[in-house]
């Protein structure tokens, strides 16, 4: 059994060195990680940022540096442990330099999210918090990295969007937002008695102090817009802080209703009027109704 009893003490001679090395490698990953992710936040946290914009920018920023960290630790600790189990590094990094040539020209989407979201996040397109429409779908952006963007939708849906399948993107929240209201009324309605009832709401609305802070600008009526089949348009809109404008506009229009009722405008909904006709002599044929019990 010597042979045995010096494969065991290779064994334990080579864990009381390399081994100890190894665990505290390890150990140290662990606490380099939480220190990067303590340190990165405490760091970004403390920067100058108050406005509401700024801070979504701080956040999607954090989350990128915070993943590209992560990234940098584990493969550097990798490294180290291969060292340790004295496997030659060259032949390994040689290797992965021609398999990921080879992958790279079968993992081109790949290639294409990297850049796209490179470049999303660097002309800040998207931001952690905004609302936004993007390959057909729409939500709020709960996470953002260099490999896609995650979308929560208004019914909880979770959406995950490769950044290489996003051509146009169409931010509802950056900067400021807008509701665009499309108010249609009975022809026999005087338009612009409409639209001071419409000044009024907005008035109220924005001296009430449940919404006031929410809005930026007063009601910008743009006028009658378009003559419907049963109605007169006329289109407005409201500028208020980012992702509010669903709140204002649901609540202007719940008060423009009231007061619509209270002042007898009538809010028409589709109707259908019968023409019979009229001959040479300016006569209509006879229109019968029969009535069914």
Do not use: C
């Amino acid at each position: 059994m010597p042979q045995v009893e010096d494969v065991v003490t290779k064994i334990i001679a080579w864990a009381q060195v390399h081994g100890i090395r190894i665990v505290f490698i390890l150990i140290f990953t662990f606490i380099a990680l939480y220190l990067a992710k303590v340190i990165t936040k405490r760091i970004f946290k403390s920067l100058p940022f108050k406005d509401n914009e700024q801070i979504k920018r701080r956040d999607t920023l954090f989350s990128v540096f915070q993943f590209v960290f992560r990234i940098i630790i584990i493969t550097v600790a990798l490294i180290m442990v291969l060292s340790e189990l004295n496997i030659e590094i060259g032949p390994i990094l040689a290797a992965a330099g021609i398999l990921g040539l080879a992958v790279g020209f079968g993992a081109q989407n790949l290639v294409k999210d990297l850049i796209g979201g490179f470049f999303i996040l660097l002309t800040d397109q998207i931001r952690v918090g905004d609302v936004v429409e993007v390959a057909g779908k729409a939500g709020f952006v709960e996470g953002l990295n260099l490999r896609m963007v995650t979308l929560r939708d208004l019914a909880g849906n979770v959406h995950y969007v490769p950044n290489g399948e996003i051509t146009v993107v169409t931010n509802m929240t950056k900067g400021f937002s807008r509701y665009v209201f499309e108010i249609g009324v009975a022809y026999r309605e005087n338009v612009d008695e409409v639209m001071e009832i419409m000044k009024q709401v907005d008035a109220e609305l924005r001296e009430d102090p449940e919404f006031k802070d929410d809005i930026l600008e007063p009601l910008e009526i743009l006028g009658l817009d378009k003559f419907g089949d049963s109605s007169v348009v006329i289109k407005a809109r409201t500028t208020t802080k980012p992702i509010k404008q669903w709140r204002i506009g649901r609540e202007f229009k719940r008060r423009l209703k009231i007061q619509f009722d209270k002042q007898n405008i009538e809010i028409p909904y589709p109707h259908l009027t019968l023409y019979m006709g009229k001959d040479k002599d300016n006569q209509s044929p006879p229109l019968n109704i029969f009535m069914e019990k």
